[in-house]
C-alpha cells in the first residue's frame, strides 16, 4: 500500500549555526491531507529504536548497520498511514531555475518548483559518517499553530578526500549545441565549464564528448586524460551552436560512447548539458528513458544533467536523470558553473550509495496528521522499501538530503514522534545496508523562530518559499515579507551569499505576487496574498 499522507549547490560558506550552503510540482491531488486518526500498533524502526530521539531539539543520528534479510526489521509494522517512503534526491535544478527566473522578472510556473531541490539547495552541516552509507539525523521545532511542527530527516555522506584514493572516473559529456544554446549564458559557459573541469580531473580519469543539434556527433571517444588535456580542451573550444535540438539522438550516442567506453571499476557516468528544449527527433520522453534505465541496469551508467538558458526544459530534464538514477541541477552564472564543475563533479564521482530510499514511521499515539513537503516525484510504495529491485536514488561524497514534514501532534500527548531509515546498496559490494535516527516530542524546539536555530530555520523558509510558489497552503507558513526578512537575518548572522540571494529572491517574489495580485483582484499592493 502506498503511503497516503497530505502530500510530500557547491559548498558556498559556513553559518555561525554551523551549516554548509550551495546554490540550485507535483500534481495538485498528491498534495493532499491525511486525516489519520486511527489507532494502531507502532513498532520501532530497525535496530531496536524506541523513538524516543535525542534531547534538546537535535534529534538522534543513526548507526550504520548490515540490512537483515527481508521482512525481518519489523515484527508489526505502523499503520500505512503513518509510513512515509520515497527515494532520495540530490537534485537542485528547480530552484537555480526559479533564481534564473527571478532575476529576469518573472515567476516560476508553479509546476516547475520543486520544493526538496529548494531545501537541498542548502546544506546544513548535519553528522557524518566514516566510510561509505549515511550519518542520519531527526530534529525538529514547535511552529505555534495548533499543535503543527516542522520535522527534519537530515542524512549526509562521508566528504571525498580530495587528494586521497577514489575510483577513476569514466564521464562521457553530451553536449547540446542547437542554435537555442547560442543564448549567452548557454554554449559559451558549457565551453568555459568544461575546459575549468578538464584540469581538475585526474591523469587516471577518462572522458569522450558527444555533440547534438538535428544529429549526433562523437567528438571525442573515451580517453584517459594523462597527456590529452590539451588536445580535449582543443576540441571544447571549438564547439559552436547550429540547428535543431534532437536531445534523443544525443543521449543515444552518448549512451553508446558510455557503453563502448565502460570502464571496471570506474564510475561511469554520462553528463547531459543542455537547455532539454527538445523540438526535432523522438521528443516524446519515453524511449529515451526506457534506453537511459536499460544501460543502468545492466553497466551501472548513470546520468547528470546540467540545465542552461532563460528557457529550459525542467521537466523533461528532470525525467532523465531520474530514469538515469541520477541528479540535475542548474547554472546561469560563471561562478555557479565553477562551483558544480569545479568542487562538485571531480569528488562526487565517488559513490556512497546506490538505489538510496528513505522511510519515516510516525508513531499513532502522537502524531494526527503529517504532510512530506515535496518529494511527490520520488514517492516509493511503502512494501518496496525493503525491495533492492525498485530504483531509489545515487548519492554521492559529501553529499547531504533533506526532508522536511509538517507534523501536527496529538494535544498532550508526549513520547516516541518518528523514527526515519535509509536504506542503500553499498556502492562496491551491491550489499544492502541500513541506518536510523529517530526523535521525541520532549526533542522539538519549543518554537521554531526563536535564536539559535539557524539550520533548521532557513530549511523551513527554503520550503516554505518553494510552497508559496507553487500555491500551496502549508501551516503556519509566513508571508513572503516575512519569509525574506527571516532569509536576511540568517544571511546578516553568517555572512552567507547564497543566503542573501535566497532573501533576495523571495523580495522580489513578494514584488510581484503584490503586482499580480493589484492587477487581477484590486487588493492593495505589497500584500500578496490579499483576497
Known amino acids: 500500500m502506498r503511503r ?5 549547490r557547491a559548498a558556498a560558506g559556513t553559518l555561525a549555526a554551523g551549516l554548509v550552503l550551495t546554490g540550485c510540482a507535483g500534481n495538485e491531488n498528491d498534495r493532499r491531507t491525511s486525516d489519520v486518526r486511527g489507532g494502531g500498533h507502532y513498532a520501532p524502526g530497525p535496530g531496536g529504536s524506541n523513538g524516543t530521539g535525542g534531547t534538546g531539539g537535535t534529534g538522534g543520528s543513526g548507526t550504520d ?59 546544513p552541516d548535519y ?40 575510483p577513476p572516473a569514466a564521464l562521457t559529456f553530451v553536449v547540446d549545441i542547437s542554435g537555442s544554446m547560442a543564448e549567452t549564458g548557454r ?80 564510475t561511469n557516468r554520462v553528463v547531459l548539458l543542455s537547455d532539454a528544449l527538445a523540438n526535432t527527433g523522438d521528443t516524446d520522453a519515453q524511449s529515451i ?19 542552461v538558458g532563460s528557457d529550459y526544459g525542467d521537466a523533461f530534464m528532470e525525467q532523465l536523470a531520474d530514469k538515469g538514477d541520477g541528479h540535475t541541477t542548474y547554472v546561469s ?62 548519492v554521492g561524497a559529501g553529499h547531504t538530503v533533506t526532508a522536511l514534514y509538517a507534523v501536527k501532534t496529538r494535544p498532550g500527548r508526549g513520547g516516541p514522534l518518528a523514527t526515519a531509515t535509509v536504506r542503500w546498496l553499498d ?23 526563536a535564536p539559535g536555530h539557524d539550520s533548521l530555520q532557513l530549511t523551513a523558509v527554503a520550503a516554505y518559499f518553494a510552497d508559496r510558489l507553487r500555491g500551496g497552503a502549508l501551516p503556519a507558513a509566513p508571508r513572503l515579507g516575512e519569509l525574506a526578512e527571516r532569509a536576511q537575518a540568517i544571511a546578516d548572522r553568517s555572512g552567507s551569499k547564497v543566503v542573501r540571494e535566497l532573501a533576495e529572491a523571495i523580495r522580489q517574489a513578494a514584488k510581484l505576487r503584490g503586482a499580480e495580485a493589484d492587477r487581477d483582484t484590486g487588493a492593495e499592493p505589497g500584500d500578496p496574498y490579499s483576497g
Not at 561509505?132 to 511542527?149: I, Q
Not at 565553477?338 to 499513532?364: G, I, N, Y
Not at 556502492?427 to 523562530?449: C, N, Q
Request: proline share 5%; hydrophobic share 35%.
Open 289 to 307: 528513458l526506457d534506453r537511459i534505465e536499460e544501460e543502468r541496469r545492466e553497466y551501472g551508467i548513470t546520468l547528470f544533467g546540467v540545465g
Open 127 to 166: 553528522p557524518r559518517p566514516e566510510g561509505d552509507g549515511f550519518g542520519v539525523t531527526v530534529d525538529g521545532a514547535r511552529t505555534g499553530e495548533d499543535g503543527w511542527s516542522l520535522v527534519r530527516v537530515g542524512l549526509a555522506t562521508a566528504a571525498a578526500d580530495r587528494q586521497g584514493e577514489r
Open 187 to 266: 554554449l559559451d559557459l558549457v565551453r568555459e565549464s568544461l575546459g575549468i573541469l578538464v584540469d581538475e580531473l585526474r591523469d587516471d580519469d577518462s572522458v569522450a564528448l558527444v555533440t547534438f543539434s538535428d544529429e549526433a556527433e562523437t567528438r571525442l571517444p573515451m580517453t584517459r586524460i594523462k597527456g590529452q588535456r590539451e588536445r580535449i580542451r582543443g576540441i571544447v573550444h571549438e564547439l559552436a551552436t547550429t540547428s535543431s535540438t534532437n536531445v534523443e539522438a544525443g543521449v543515444r550516442q552518448g549512451y553508446d560512447v558510455a557503453v563502448e567506453g565502460h570502464r571496471e571499476g570506474a
Open 333 to 394: 552564472t560563471t561562478e555557479q558553473a565553477r562551483k558544480v564543475f569545479v568542487t562538485q563533479l571531480p569528488t562526487h564521482v565517488e559513490l556512497r550509495a546506490r538505489d538510496a530510499k528513505a522511510q519515516v514511521a510516525f508513531d499513532p499515539k502522537t502524531v494526527e496528521r503529517f504532510r512530506l513537503i515535496g518529494y511527490e516525484n520520488r514517492e516509493v510504495a511503502d512494501e518496496d522499501f525493503r525491495d533492492d529491485r525498485v530504483d531509489g536514488g545515487e
Open 427 to 449: 556502492p562496491k559490494s551491491r550489499a544492502p545496508r541500513e541506518a536510523s535516527g529517530s526523535v521525541g516530542t520532549g526533542a522539538l524546539a519549543p518554537a521554531l523562530w
Open 65 to 123: 548497520r548490515e540490512a537483515a534479510p527481508e521482512g525481518e526489521q519489523r515484527d508489526v509494522r505502523p499503520p500505512a498511514d503513518y509510513l512515509s517512503t520515497f527515494a532520495l534526491d540530490v537534485d537542485t535544478a528547480s530552484y537555480g531555475y526559479a533564481l534564473r527566473t527571478l532575476g529576469a522578472g518573472g515567476l516560476p510556473d508553479p509546476a516547475s518548483v520543486r520544493p526538496e531541490e529548494f531545501v537541498n539547495s542548502f546544506r
Open 4 to 8: 497516503h499522507t497530505w502530500a510530500a
